[in-house]
């Protein structure tokens, strides 16, 4: 009962921020409401008794990517979002997308699993340290390492569109931040 | 068993003892700052206000309380505001995992000496002291000003920079004791080696030692002290990211600071120095007092050191910093992950 209590005021808590997200004009704003988001997520498996997951969650997402964020914002000294008529058009595009993909998302989840039992909400769930060790370094160990993998070439890629001029191709100017609107 | 209302009413004493033995070690940890570095520098230190300047901390405490609390105007307001209260708040919530001594049984009830006892201690941990990154960074950013940006990019950049040394550190630990909670990796650590030398972990193997040392430049780094202290740096940046604060909200930027400090220097003690074991002896109340006398101890060496490099050490250039934690630091904690593992593994 508690618990239940205790997924709504953060369920809640979690829509409201990514709400926000988007509602905010300010960069530093939205970035903020992200984290939050992270947070309430991280709590929500705290709830399921997943605390390793929760934990990671905190500190990979929270304070390692979003950390990043904000000093990107910080350092390109990011002012406020300004209206073009192409907003206007996602504007008008993205709402009803929205509520498109919510209901297809619901649908899907109906529909494969008619009648939802409800969850316990404590303790179930097999989130240990080991236990998740166990998926990652013996079931799942290829997908885990190719996904390694990928990261890496990201990382590469990243390295080659960032070094000076002398080495990277193409006329466009390497000062010019990549563009990072989808959050 | 503990009914709720028990289980309530020891955790508010023991919130309440925590914190008051918290914010009392951090103001005098400014004192024994002072007092060090002046005698380090051949110069007295505070000496007016009490014997020894004993209550100089709280002539400083009624000093902030009662300046002007300057608010600039060209500030972001919201987030001006709540980068201190941030920066204090997680700064004092990770004292609440620390455990500081076995347990202990109190008019029948029987509960450890810590605020709560979590399977993924230190975890939580490093996960509350990689969230302090934002009150450093907010701060800066909502200044409005050149030289408080500046520093607070340059905090940013190191203590997350200086995380992943500071984590891979560590795992060495966590290989052997197989474990994340801190009460069993120090319950790990009992004991002796050879008769007489303690079973620390920092004994245990030669590359423990290796990983103290890279646990000890990175801690330096994450709690923004010298010699890395670019983010304050006085010479350079005015007082860094701080410059706009004043009176209050400036005092809660040093307290979480000495709070950070005095965090890390647990997770010192109790990762590498063995927690709270120590030779015990004595009739029954002291063999209850001494392993919090012996954490005390431990944790009171560690800040004894972060001031003695303080009165010591000039600070580092830019540069070398990032070329330190990346080049130097990151390396040697992968390497002793390795061999630790390694060893670990040959051992089963």
Known sequence: ?183 | MLTITTFIVVSVIKIVIALVVLLTAVAYSTWLERKVVGHIQNRWGPKRVGPFGLLQPLADGAKFIFKEDLTPPYVYKPLYLAAPILSLVLALTSISLVPIGNWVTVDGVRTPLEITDVNIGLLIMLGITSLSVYGVALAGWSSNSKYSLLGSLRASAQMVSYEIALGLSLVGVLIMSGSLNLREIVDMQSGHVWAWIPRWNIFRWPTQIVAFFVYLAAAFAETNRVPFDLPEAETELVAGYHTEYSSMKFAMFFMAEYANMITVASIATLLFLGGWHGPLFGPWWLQDLLPVFWFALKVFGFIFLYIWIRGTLPRFRYDQLMAFGWKVLFPIAVANVLVTSLIVALQK
Not at chain 1, 75 to 95: I, M
Not at chain 1, 99 to 109: D, E, I, K, Q
Request: net charge neutral; with cysteine.
């Open chain 1, 1 to 183: 009962m508690f618990q239940l209590v205790l997924f709504f005021v953060f369920g809640t808590i979690a829509v409201a921020a990514a709400v926000n997200l988007l509602a905010q004009r300010h960069p530093i704003n939205s970035a903020l409401s992200l984290i939050v988001v992270m947070a309430c997520l991280a709590t929500l498996f705290l709830l399921i008794g997943a605390e390793f997951l929760a934990a990671i969650q905190v500190i990979v997402y929270a304070g390692a990517i979003m950390v990043l964020f904000v000093f990107v914002i910080m350092l390109l000294n990011a002012g406020e979002e300004e209206r073009t008529p192409g907003s206007r058009v996602a504007r008008l595009l993205g709402f009803p997308a929205v509520v498109l993909l919510a209901g297809l998302v619901a649908w899907t989840l109906l529909a494969r699993n008619p009648h939802p039992v409800p969850v316990e909400l404590t303790g179930r769930f097999v989130g240990s340290p080991s236990a998740i060790a166990q998926l990652l370094f013996r079931d799942f160990l290829l997908p885990f390492e190719v996904t390694s993998v990928l990261i890496l070439i990201a990382i590469m890629g990243a390295v080659v569109l960032a070094s000076p001029a002398g080495t990277a191709t193409g006329p466009g100017s390497p000062a010019e931040p990549p563009a990072k609107r989808e959050v």
